[in-house]
């Protein structure tokens, strides 16, 4: 297995490209199930998880061909030929469940695999069923397989009233009922950008949708959607990880396609922990030109809330402030897995269910240590950014799935940071 090897090397400067949004792309992709003409994307990023996707089209027949080195996917579902979302393919990757609202919709069933749980959380699935049940779904369960069929006629509209936010679930609707009988009304909605990005998909597409980015989205089902060409949009995670790079070493960085309205609540808070962030034409500057980091208190929660997604590598940020920060998790239940891995590396942490408090140290060591997740891998290399010594990081496939290029782009602002090829037996 691949390692990475981090060592402290003084202040960032310069500029680091932000790319597509992993989370957007991996919704939009399956999009092309709803229709037979061809729907490009630009600017993709390049990431493992994203060719988990595209397998898991090809295996039901759609064609997606990966240009310009993987920035564009072009993807056509003209001649789908299975209805089965296999175990093997979509235990890789939870995000897999979001074929079976387009392929409910224009094909009326859909045969997928429990995506399960994973290291942050169980993450059930039940709201995007409850959700295609409302629509007129019968649905069952067998051999770890969700076997979904829509009623004679194509699915319903249905006024659906989520009990908590669900990216992924208000995604699965918004899907089903483009094509679905009648008027939609998903309530308590998921509010992230990523809904957003795939809102302006599906309208470029031919659908009729209102109310994305507000807690209500009314969708008036139509026929048929047509293809369409659409920009997927800045990965906020990204930015916001590559944000912190500075923010924790010190010196200026200018992250290139940035926007604050992608990351204001995580702003706020980098603003009380004395970074500054400016907008430029390009993009945001982060600098922590004077003084220690201070103490700041996070609560995790949805959009436009703290991203639970930045949680670890804020946590990175917070081992060297001066004073005591408590971060909440509200989201996933067991997502402080990086916490002990920081510990190895000097900090201060202690767990208590979904608090973690975090007594701010003068510096961290670098250490031996193992990335238990996609977040929680990156937050390991931002400590190791400003440890003293030498960082490895193992199991780096974690980072794969979430981030192209880590290593060259954070070269390019002068770390001190490299992959090292694993052999076959390290596994
Ligand atoms: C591919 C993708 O976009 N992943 C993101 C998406 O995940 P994902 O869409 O899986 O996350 P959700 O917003 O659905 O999860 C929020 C909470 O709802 C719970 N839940 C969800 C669905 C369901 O049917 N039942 C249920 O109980 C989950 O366990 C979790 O506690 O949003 C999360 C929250 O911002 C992010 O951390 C993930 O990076
Ligand atoms: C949790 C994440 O992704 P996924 O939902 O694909 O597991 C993430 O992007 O941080």
């Given at each position: 297995?691949?390692?990475?090897?981090?060592?402290?090397?003084?202040?960032?400067?310069?500029?680091?490209?932000?790319?597509?949004?992993?989370?957007?792309?991996?919704?939009?992709?399956?999009?092309?199930?709803?229709?037979?003409?061809?729907?490009?994307?630009?600017?993709?990023?390049?990431?493992?998880?994203?060719?988990?996707?595209?397998?898991?089209?090809?295996?039901?027949?759609?064609?997606?061909?990966?240009?310009?080195?993987?920035?564009?996917?072009?993807?056509?579902?003209?001649?789908?030929?299975?209805?089965?979302?296999?175990?093997?393919?979509?235990?890789?990757?939870?995000?897999?469940?979001?074929?079976?609202?387009?392929?409910?919709?224009?094909?009326?069933?859909?045969?997928?695999?429990?995506?399960?749980?994973?290291?942050?959380?169980?993450?059930?699935?039940?709201?995007?069923?409850?959700?295609?049940?409302?629509?007129?779904?019968?649905?069952?369960?067998?051999?770890?397989?969700?076997?979904?069929?829509?009623?004679?006629?194509?699915?319903?509209?249905?006024?659906?009233?989520?009990?908590?936010?669900?990216?992924?679930?208000?995604?699965?609707?918004?899907?089903?009922?483009?094509?679905?009988?009648?008027?939609?009304?998903?309530?308590?909605?998921?509010?992230?950008?990523?809904?957003?990005?795939?809102?302006?998909?599906?309208?470029?597409?031919?659908?009729?949708?209102?109310?994305?980015?507000?807690?209500?989205?009314?969708?008036?089902?139509?026929?048929?959607?047509?293809?369409?060409?659409?920009?997927?949009?800045?990965?906020?995670?990204?930015?916001?990880?590559?944000?912190?790079?500075?923010?924790?070493?010190?010196?200026?960085?200018?992250?290139?396609?940035g926007r604050i309205d992608l990351v204001s609540a995580f702003c706020e808070k980098l603003d009380a922990a004395g970074i500054e962030v400016t907008e430029t034409d390009r993009g945001l500057k982060v600098a922590r030109k004077n003084g220690r980091i201070r103490a700041v208190d996070v609560v995790t929660e949805p959009f436009p809330?703290?991203?639970?997604?930045?949680?670890?590598?804020?946590?990175?940020?917070?081992?060297?402030?001066?004073?005591?920060?408590?971060?909440?998790?509200?989201?996933?239940?067991?997502?402080?897995?990086?916490?002990?891995?920081?510990?190895?590396?000097?900090?201060?942490?202690?767990?208590?269910?979904?608090?973690?408090?975090?007594?701010?140290?003068?510096?961290?060591?670098?250490?031996?240590?193992?990335?238990?997740?996609?977040?929680?891998?990156?937050?390991?290399?931002?400590?190791?950014?400003?440890?003293?010594?030498?960082?490895?990081?193992?199991?780096?496939?974690?980072?794969?799935?979430?981030?192209?290029?880590?290593?060259?782009?954070?070269?390019?602002?002068?770390?001190?940071?490299?992959?090292?090829?694993?052999?076959?037996?390290?596994?």
């Amino acid at each position: 297995m691949d390692q990475i090897i981090v060592r402290g090397n003084g202040p960032l400067h310069g500029e680091i490209p932000i790319a597509g949004a992993k989370n957007a792309c991996l919704t939009l992709m399956p999009a092309t199930l709803l229709t037979d003409q061809p729907l490009t994307l630009t600017n993709a990023p390049r990431l493992s998880d994203i060719r988990t996707m595209t397998d898991l089209l090809r295996s039901l027949g759609a064609e997606v061909a990966s240009l310009q080195d993987g920035q564009v996917l072009a993807l056509s579902s003209h001649d789908l030929n299975s209805h089965t979302a296999d175990y093997d393919i979509v235990r890789k990757m939870r995000a897999s469940i979001l074929v079976l609202g387009p392929m409910l919709a224009r094909d009326g069933q859909a045969i997928v695999s429990l995506p399960g749980g994973c290291a942050i959380g169980a993450r059930p699935v039940d709201l995007h069923l409850k959700a295609f049940e409302a629509m007129g779904a019968e649905l069952d369960l067998r051999d770890g397989y969700v076997h979904a069929k829509a009623p004679v006629g194509g699915l319903r509209g249905a006024v659906i009233d989520f009990p908590i936010v669900s990216v992924g679930a208000t995604e699965n609707a918004l899907m089903a009922a483009t094509l679905a009988r009648g008027t939609t009304v998903l309530k308590n909605a998921a509010r992230e950008p990523e809904i957003v990005d795939l809102a302006q998909c599906l309208r470029r597409m031919g659908a009729n949708i209102e109310g994305e980015g507000t807690s209500t989205i009314t969708i008036e089902g139509v026929q048929a959607l047509s293809g369409a060409t659409h920009p997927v949009v800045t990965d906020r995670i990204e930015l916001g990880t590559y944000m912190l790079a500075p923010a924790i070493c010190g010196g200026e960085v200018e992250c290139l396609g940035g926007r604050i309205d992608l990351v204001s609540a995580f702003c706020e808070k980098l603003d009380a922990a004395g970074i500054e962030v400016t907008e430029t034409d390009r993009g945001l500057k982060v600098a922590r030109k004077n003084g220690r980091i201070r103490a700041v208190d996070v609560v995790t929660e949805p959009f436009p809330g703290f991203p639970t997604d930045l949680q670890a590598q804020m946590m990175a940020l917070l081992c060297m402030a001066e004073g005591t920060s408590v971060l909440e998790e509200k989201i996933f239940e067991n997502r402080f897995m990086h916490a002990p891995e920081l510990t190895r590396m000097g900090a201060r942490i202690e767990v208590h269910g979904g608090h973690a408090t975090v007594h701010g140290v003068d510096k961290l060591r670098g250490a031996r240590v193992m990335a238990t997740d996609l977040r929680a891998s990156v937050s390991l290399i931002l400590a190791g950014l400003a440890a003293e010594g030498e960082t490895v990081v193992s199991r780096v496939y974690h980072l794969d799935r979430g981030y192209e290029k880590v290593v060259r782009k954070l070269r390019g602002v002068g770390a001190d940071i490299e992959r090292i090829k694993g052999t076959p037996s390290d596994e």
